[in-house]
């Protein structure tokens, strides 16, 4: 069983920077794509960026490109997203999800896809 655990979140400044961890357990993350995605309060989740198994495919929303990155530590079996420049409309739960694809896949997209999930971690942006 896979279990993703993510961390990093906090309170930041309009401007800060953080760095979202999600780390897996269970199995080997080569194999998967990761996806980070975000709810804020009484809205959709919507992704945020996402990276292929290989890690060398990425994608970005439009309203995070430029700011955030996301890259990945094999040896550790950890995908980081790395949020630079945060706006207050970023305040929202950053969960991350595994989709069990293979080692030379693409990236992911579609929630529905993904196999796992994590718990999620808040992150506050005050203006």
């Known amino acids: 069983q896979v279990q993703l655990v993510e961390s990093g979140g906090g309170l930041v400044q309009t401007g800060g920077s953080l760095r979202l961890s999600c780390a897996a357990s269970?199995?080997?993350?080569?194999?998967?794509?990761i996806g980070w995605f975000r709810q804020a309060p009484g809205k959709e989740r919507e992704g945020v960026s996402c990276?292929?198994?290989?890690?060398?495919?990425?994608k970005y929303a439009d309203s995070v490109k430029g700011r955030f990155s996301i890259s990945r530590d094999y040896a550790k079996s950890t995908v980081y997203l790395q949020m630079n420049n945060l706006k207050p409309e970023d305040t929202a739960v950053y969960s991350c999800?595994?989709?069990?694809?293979?080692?030379?896949?693409?990236?992911?997209?579609?929630?529905?896809?993904?196999?796992?999930w994590g718990q999620g971690t808040q992150v506050t942006v005050s203006s």
């Open positions: 269970g199995a080997n993350l080569d194999y998967f794509a």
């Open positions: 990276i292929s198994s290989s890690g060398s495919s990425t």
């Open positions: 999800a595994a989709a069990l694809l293979g080692r030379n896949s693409g990236y992911v997209t579609n929630p529905d896809e993904y196999d796992y």
